[in-house]
């Protein structure tokens, strides 16, 4: 199984390539940002888009974020290699900027289809952006650490982005309790 859903993430991966997403973005990043972890993972982390360390990395969340989402990983017994983790937008914005409404639907089809090889059983939404895919008009302050049963039977799991948890004391803490949440979850 995993060396098909290998394969199937990297065709994908250059079929976003091929097809021009994001012409813009990809012009003035460093390369694309697709996704790493384990294909086979029953958890899936959805990010809003690469930072500046990832665009360089190649890897989603291996700035202050990723430190800190490590951290509450290891906190519910996981590691990195349990999980897999990307991005909507696989493309940095300049200057760290939001993804745009428009480069978030140019991407969604193809995070549709990564969530489809991967299979996750819970698909967890870091920050608003990566929310408002599944949840539109959802607010993460009344929706984060709930679980939410989406149409194909998906669990879905809404969190603070862990950035914001690293400059808001507050929000720390609420993310670590909904960590806690989602380890009783799986």
Do not use: W
């Not at 060396?3 to 065709?11: E, G, I, Y």
């Not at 490590?70 to 290699?81: D, F, W």
């Not at 193809?110 to 299979?119: A, F, G, V």
Request: aromatic share 6%; with cysteine.
């Amino acid at each position: 199984m995993s060396n098909n859903k290998k394969q199937a993430l990297k065709a994908l991966e250059q079929q976003i390539i091929n097809d021009g997403v994001c012409l813009e973005l990809a012009k003035q990043a460093h390369g694309l940002v697709f996704g790493s972890g384990n294909v086979d993972a029953k958890i899936l982390f959805i990010g809003e888009a690469p930072g500046k360390k990832e665009d360089l990395q190649g890897e989603p969340f291996v700035g202050a974020s990723g430190k800190f989402l490590n951290e509450m990983l290891k906190s519910i017994n996981l590691m990195r290699n349990d999980v897999y983790i990307t991005n909507i937008v696989k493309y940095r914005p300049p200057n760290n900027r939001d993804p745009s409404m428009a480069e978030k639907a140019e991407f969604l089809p193809y995070l549709l289809k990564q969530i489809e090889i991967i299979n996750p059983r819970v698909i967890v939404t870091l920050g608003r952006h990566s929310m408002e895919q599944f949840l539109p008009g959802g607010k993460i302050g009344e929706v984060h650490g709930t679980l939410v049963k989406l149409e194909n039977g998906t669990l879905l799991m809404p969190l603070y982005h862990p950035a914001a948890a690293l400059y808001n004391g507050k929000l720390r803490q609420i993310l670590k309790d909904d960590f806690v949440s989602l380890k009783g979850v799986i």
